[in-house]
């Protein structure tokens, strides 16, 4: 262990310092570090510079891809399967099975393999890189979106293949007699020993979590998070199962705690270093002498894998009942190559599924590090390429009711879109809606809505919603390229409309005013506008300055909330001086207060607070500077005028209340 140890730092340290300098030359050049990782794995791998060696490669490599599983397994959430339900079942369901058909029937005639390795092979294929899709997701803020729901529903279910995948593999490596039957027996007891703990990890964790957070603070919980990584690999490895697999499942059951969000704030600064040494690893792991052998069939092989998983899975997404462009944008955003493929291959490898030769792994590797290499690059501008696909394209068919002339379009019927509704529904102001999912198409009519299925980035769906004959557009939804191009196309088709927009991001102001928005409501900065407003209620201002205030942050673009330098002087002396004004503010009169029944005079509230009654609302009607014998009666509305200081004396008095 001496001997090796400085060996394997200085190797460490040429990786990371590799990672780091490839990692600020892409952003520089704002290219996907992915790609950089791979290529920087490619040239300083074993069979290429041999930088290093390969041992320490397989070592960082495991390394690696536990610690990048757990991370994946803690950012998912099975959400987005319980919202679409039994159609992303059917979605992924069809995906693996035909993604997988192609390549087995290919391992089966060029390779030369049985039926059972060449299935194993094809499902290997079939999975798609998680870690790409949800990097880029996470990048581009797009978990929530309806893409992001779609794409990590998928993905979701692909882990749980791939758990069941696992029980297999020793089984296809079992040969004669009962040797089958007792690999099948071995992995079943495998299986229900992880079961066993993962159930009473369900009942455990909440109380071992809560306790680590009272008596521990951040510092233990994001150990804790470290242990269970570990834990979970271990516990994986002693039941025969690959220790990345464990720690993916140990990830998934953080996933559910309540400090999920605090754990995933604490690892998130490690996810680009455990990115780094996976795909660095994984690059080095290509054999470069295979690759240059077979260089034309493996580059046909990653077109050929990139084009037919891109295809599958577009139309069995659209199959299911997902509108055209979201099928295509996820068929491009899945066309990679898993790293739970590799996972798979290399544990069939391990016990012999593919035979004593290693052939089939050391051309799975390229193939899925090709298929990274350009997915990289293909991801981010899925839903780009998505529109552009589909514009030219047939028209989905879009079921509607019949949209009211001058009305109003809510596109997304979530919880924004949803409560729009109901005050436009309670005000009598007829509107449409434009959603997509069946759950809040379903909702969209329980409320009466006239609703129009499909997706508004299409002009025909937004044609079919009466945008011709629209006094205003409202769009609430989490995808913001999609956003974008409903605002562009609207306005070029209705320069006079007036298009409302809610973005979760305040960096989409600019890009959504350049596109015609007339309004834009960043979710972020409104609930600033929210705390400041409630603030300076209970501080006295009167409602008149506050609601200036808040009409000139947002005249200002939300310049002042935003750090505009040339605003924020100017706002604060505003501030300032509200605050050394006199204030008004109102106060209703209850039963118990000792005011009524009383004249003013009688109230004495002049003399002892020094605030004026300067107009009495009752039933409905004002009655402005009131005589000192105007009798207070309960449920009448006093409007007070004094300094902050008074009008606190104020409501102390007129409620009975003693200073404190």
Not at 145 to 171: F, K
Not at 358 to 380: E, H, K, N, Q, R
Not at 520 to 542: G, N
Request: a negative charge; one cysteine or more.
């Amino acid at each position: 262990m001496e001997h090796h140890s400085p060996e394997l730092i200085s190797q460490a340290a040429m990786l990371f310092g590799t990672a780091l300098t490839v990692s600020w030359a892409f952003r520089y050049l704002q290219a996907p570090t992915i790609i950089g990782y791979l290529i920087t794995g490619l040239i300083i791998g074993p069979s290429a510079l041999a930088f290093i060696d390969a041992d320490a490669v397989s070592t960082f490599a495991e390394v690696g891809l536990v610690l990048l599983l757990f991370i994946i397994g803690l950012e998912l959430s099975p959400q987005p399967l319980m919202q679409a339900g039994p159609r992303i079942l059917m979605a992924t369901g069809l995906q693996l099975v035909l993604t997988a058909i192609p390549p087995a029937l290919l391992s089966m005639a060029v390779l030369k393999l049985g039926l059972g390795p060449s299935l194993l092979l094809g499902a290997a294929v079939s999975l798609s890189s998680t870690a790409i899709t949800l990097k880029v997701l996470l990048d581009r803020r797009e978990v929530a979106s309806a893409v992001g729901n779609l794409s990590t529903g998928i993905l979701l279910l692909q882990d749980v293949y791939v758990l069941a995948l696992m029980i297999l593999v020793p089984v296809l490596a079992a040969s004669g007699g009962g040797a089958w039957q007792s690999a099948m027996i071995q992995s079943g007891k495998g299986l229900a020993g992880i079961v066993v703990i993962v159930v009473i990890l369900r009942f455990l964790l909440p109380g071992i979590i809560r306790q680590i957070t009272r008596h521990g603070g951040p510092e233990l919980l994001t150990l804790f998070a470290v242990v269970m990584a570990a834990g979970g690999a271990w516990v994986a490895e002693y039941f025969g199962w690959p220790l990345a697999l464990g720690a993916c499942m140990a990830g998934l059951l953080l996933a559910q705690a309540d400090v999920r969000h605090q754990i995933v704030a604490d690892i998130s600064p490690f996810r680009d270093v455990f990115n780094a040494l996976f795909f660095i690893s994984l690059g080095m792991l290509v054999n470069l002498a295979v690759v240059m052998q077979y260089a034309p069939y493996l580059v046909l092989a990653i077109a050929l894998t990139l084009l037919a998983k891109t295809i599958i899975t577009a139309g069995v997404v659209r199959l299911a009942g997902w509108p055209l462009r979201l099928s295509v944008q996820a068929g491009l955003g899945l066309c990679t190559v898993s790293e739970f493929g590799y996972v798979l291959a290399r544990e069939a490898d391990h016990v012999g599924v593919f035979g004593k030769d290693t052939f089939v792994l050391d051309l799975l590797i390229p193939l899925a590090v090709g298929t990274m290499l350009v997915g990289a690059l293909l991801v981010p501008l899925s839903g780009r390429i998505a529109l552009l696909l589909v514009r030219g394209g047939k028209d989905e068919e879009a079921e509607s009711t019949e949209p009211a002339e001058s009305h109003v379009i809510i596109v997304g019927f979530g919880i924004n879109g949803a409560n729009l509704a109901r005050v436009l529904n309670a005000t009598h102001i007829p509107f449409g809606v434009v959603e997509m999912n069946p759950s809040l198409v379903a909702e969209a009519k329980s409320c009466g809505a006239h609703v129009h299925v499909g997706d508004a980035a299409r002009m025909a769906i937004l044609e079919g919603a009466g945008i011709d004959q629209a006094r205003a557009l409202v769009i609430a939804i989490n995808d913001i390229p999609a956003t974008r191009h409903i605002v562009a196309q609207a306005r070029a088709r209705r320069p006079d409309l007036y298009i409302i927009v809610r973005t979760p991001f305040a960096s989409e102001l600019e890009p959504l005013y350049a596109r015609g928005a007339s309004f834009v409501v960043p979710a972020d900065f409104e609930v600033s506008i929210k705390i400041f407003a409630q603030l300076l209620t209970e501080l006295d201002i009167p409602d008149n300055v506050i609601q200036a205030q808040i009409a000139s942050v947002r005249a200002g673009g939300y310049g002042v909330l935003r750090g505009a330098e040339h605003q924020r002087g100017e706002h604060l002396d505003e501030l300032l001086e509200v605050f050394r004004v006199t204030a008004t503010q109102t106060f209703y009169v209850r039963d118990d207060s000792p005011a009524a029944g009383c004249t003013l005079m009688q109230s004495d509230l002049r003399r002892a607070t020094g605030v004026n009654i300067i107009a009495v609302v009752r039933n409905g009607k004002a009655h402005t500077n009131p005589g000192a014998d105007f009798v207070i009666e309960a449920g009448d509305v006093l409007v007070l005028l004094g300094t902050h200081a008074q009008l606190n004396q104020a409501r102390q008095h007129l409620s009975g209340a003693t200073a404190a």
